[in-house]
């Protein structure tokens, strides 16, 4: 079946641009996660939904940076008023649910790779 | 202190040779853990669960100290192919949060 799907893979822009980066989790995942990773760097924690819950928000970094996931499926983060270190990979991943065990197993899309010049 | 450390690497070892990884956790209360292994410029895949005291999958074998809040990777007999980023990750205790860490680097020399 199909993995997770992020696009643009590349996306470069100038400086006080803002961008949309859009996430197409597994189909029947309910769990789906935004990640940051900077080169040579871990990844970031930004925001985290599951289901209909309120999103876990408490990772993302600033004002300027939102997520909305519409429809339990699709998301879409947001980054407003772009600026040189938000240059990183933005990863994208779902899970089948949440809680212990193999449920919550998170499974990656390949990335966004933003440029902000 | 971060949620998981890992020793960055790198490691660089011939071919056939038995590589370990070790990697602490801060959160007693996790219950879920797992090694992801990340390819240059590619999305990271899971390698191994753990849940319980370890697990083997072929030339791979992870294991979970909890007394320690440590667990481990070995692979055996390593392969070119096995050179990557590993990243061991612990989930929060409700298993809604990953904590990544920031992985080893591995080369497999020929």
């Known amino acids: 079946g199909a993995g997770v799907s992020q696009s643009p893979s590349n996306k470069v822009t100038e400086k006080g641009k803002d961008v949309e980066l859009r996430c197409d989790p597994i189909?029947?995942?309910?769990?789906l996660y935004w990640y940051r990773q900077s080169l040579g760097q871990g990844l970031e924690f930004l925001i985290y939904f599951q289901g209909n819950s309120a999103p876990d928000k408490s990772g993302l970094p600033s004002d300027r940076f939102s997520a909305e996931r519409t429809g339990g499926s699709v998301s879409t983060l947001t980054i407003q008023r772009t600026q040189q270190e938000d240059s990183a990979v933005y990863l994208c991943a779902s899970s089948l649910g949440s809680g212990q065990g193999a449920k919550n197993i998170q499974y990656f899309g390949a990335g966004t790779r933003l440029s902000v010049l | 202190r971060k949620e998981v450390e890992q020793d960055p690497g790198p490691f660089n070892v011939p071919e056939g040779a038995t590589v370990a990884f070790n990697c602490t956790y801060s959160n007693s209360a996790s219950q879920s853990f797992f090694w992801y292994r990340q390819d240059c410029r590619k999305e990271p895949k899971l390698l191994m669960s753990v849940y319980s005291s370890g697990n083997e999958d072929g030339r791979f074998t992870a294991q979970l100290n909890r007394a320690s809040q440590y667990i481990s990777l070995l692979i055996r007999d390593s392969k070119l192919s096995d050179s990557a980023t590993y990243l061991c990750v612990a989930a929060s205790s409700t298993g809604n949060q990953f904590y990544f860490g920031t992985g080893t680097s591995l080369t497999v020399i020929p």
């Open positions: 189909s029947g995942h309910t769990a």
